[in-house]
């Protein structure tokens, strides 16, 4: 089979974004702030929004479940304080649930967690735990930059973080390092913002010693890694130049790289540098990258495509699709055990 590991809810009902509107206007003038009940969407409304956009691509690309979140650009966690992000995430999260409820064999839900710049993260431990508990998510999406682009948060491997991954590897689930909307007009969202939080995540990591304290972590680092495969060379030197062990060791046993990058050559290149075993397919539709390359015909994120096209054993692909997200992803691969798959 073929597990995306890398999908956001990017086309739930204009009610989500018009309520997000109206809390936004309440930080103002609290008197039109919304109250989560003022939110109705039904799940004929949810049907739609899934059957004619991710369902209708993923049974077009032979995508058979997806791990879904949040949409990304939306958690916004600049936005407001703490409380304005606990009850936007929890409103977004319950969205991502109800629609694994209603396609249980194609998406399974990951979390959105409630942070804020300046705010301990142990704050959002209990959304953290009602999503794992109450709604099977089997991953979070954690944000590295909760500021929006002005990367006021500590690194990674600082131990005020501490709680969270501690609450990881309790329930044994990894998190995506995905940062949302940059507010920096130097960093454009998705075409920079996004690519350095990758870079930046793991150099992070490479700099600390995270893995020593917490040995069966596991981090995701989406869109390929950012400009990490393409340097790997450059990320070897400085590892050696700061004493530390050879990735392999130091960072490879526990952080792994999704394949949205969206065309051949670097699909090739992530195959190349990146041990097999780090690697997860993934596609992050319908996301950032939405037209058809006008030099292939058909869609950038078809990444399925590229994936099977990069000369890989059969062995080698099966474990891309499917077997490193089985093991990256434990209560994933414990729900489609259950389900006989």
Same mark, same amino acid.
């Given at each position: 089979?073929?597990?995306?590991?890398?999908?956001?809810?990017?086309?739930?009902?204009?009610?989500?974004?018009?309520?997000?509107?109206?809390?936004?206007?309440?930080?103002?003038?609290?008197?039109?702030?919304?109250?989560?009940?003022?939110?109705?969407?039904?799940?004929?409304?949810?049907?739609?929004?899934?059957?004619?956009?991710?369902?209708?691509?993923? #049974?077009?690309?032979?995508?058979?479940?997806? %791990?879904?979140?949040?949409?990304?650009?939306?958690?916004?966690?600049?936005?407001?304080?703490?409380?304005?992000?606990?009850?936007?995430?929890?409103?977004?999260?319950?969205?991502? !649930?109800?629609?694994?409820?209603? /396609?249980?064999?194609? !998406?399974?839900?990951?979390?959105?967690?409630?942070?804020?710049?300046?705010?301990?993260?142990?704050?959002?431990?209990?959304?953290?735990?009602?999503?794992?508990?109450?709604?099977?998510?089997?991953?979070?999406?954690?944000?590295?930059?909760?500021?929006?682009?002005?990367?006021?948060?500590?690194?990674?491997?600082?131990?005020?973080?501490?709680?969270?991954?501690?609450?990881?590897?309790? /329930?044994?689930?990894?998190?995506?390092?995905?940062?949302?909307?940059?507010?920096?007009?130097? !960093?454009?969202?998705?075409?920079?913002?996004?690519?350095?939080?990758?870079?930046?995540?793991?150099?992070?990591?490479?700099?600390?010693?995270?893995?020593?304290?917490?040995?069966?972590?596991?981090?995701?680092?989406?869109?390929?890694?950012?400009?990490?495969?393409?340097?790997?060379?450059?990320?070897?030197?400085?590892?050696?130049?700061?004493?530390?062990?050879? @990735?392999?060791?130091?960072?490879?046993?526990?952080?792994?790289?999704?394949?949205?990058? /969206?065309?051949?050559?670097?699909? #090739?290149?992530?195959?190349?540098?990146?041990?097999?075993?780090?690697? @997860?397919?993934?596609?992050?539709?319908?996301?950032?990258?939405?037209?058809? #390359?006008?030099?292939?015909?058909?869609?950038?994120? #078809?990444?399925?495509? /590229?994936?099977?096209?990069?000369?890989?054993?059969?062995?080698? @692909?099966?474990?891309?699709?499917?077997?490193?997200?089985?093991? %990256?992803?434990?209560?994933?691969?414990?729900?489609?055990?259950?389900?006989?798959?």
């Amino acid at each position: 089979m073929i597990i995306d590991s890398h999908g956001h809810f990017t086309t739930a009902p204009v009610e989500l974004e018009q309520w997000r509107n109206r809390q936004i206007a309440g930080l103002e003038n609290q008197a039109e702030a919304p109250v989560p009940a003022e939110l109705r969407i039904t799940d004929d409304q949810l049907r739609e929004s899934i059957e004619g956009n991710q369902l209708r691509l993923m #049974d077009e690309r032979g995508i058979d479940l997806t %791990v879904f979140s949040p949409r990304a650009s939306f958690m916004a966690h600049h936005v407001g304080g703490f409380e304005t992000s606990a009850e936007w995430a929890a409103i977004c999260n319950e969205l991502c !649930f109800r629609v694994s409820e209603l /396609y249980p064999e194609r !998406f399974v839900p990951a979390a959105m967690l409630p942070q804020s710049p300046g705010v301990d993260p142990a704050t959002c431990i209990p959304e953290l735990t009602r999503c794992v508990e109450e709604y099977g998510a089997v991953a979070l999406n954690l944000n590295p930059d909760p500021s929006g682009g002005h990367w006021t948060a500590p690194p990674l491997t600082d131990r005020s973080w501490y709680p969270i991954y501690e609450k990881m590897v309790e /329930y044994d689930i990894p998190a995506m390092i995905h940062v949302s909307t940059s507010i920096n007009p130097a !960093f454009h969202s998705t075409g920079a913002h996004y690519l350095n939080a990758d870079t930046t995540a793991f150099m992070q990591l490479v700099q600390g010693d995270l893995f020593a304290d917490f040995p069966t972590l596991r981090l995701v680092i989406p869109h390929g890694g950012g400009a990490v495969p393409y340097h790997w060379g450059r990320f070897r030197g400085l590892a050696m130049a700061l004493k530390k062990p050879p @990735l392999e060791e130091h960072v490879m046993r526990n952080v792994y790289f999704d394949t949205c990058v /969206y065309h051949q050559p670097g699909i #090739d290149l992530l195959l190349d540098v990146v041990p097999t075993r780090n690697i @997860l397919f993934a596609s992050e539709m319908i996301g950032a990258v939405r037209d058809i #390359d006008p030099c292939t015909g058909h869609n950038f994120d #078809d990444t399925a495509r /590229y994936i099977d096209n990069a000369g890989l054993s059969e062995a080698d @692909l099966a474990a891309v699709q499917e077997h490193n997200a089985r093991a %990256v992803y434990p209560r994933l691969n414990a729900l489609l055990k259950q389900q006989g798959r």
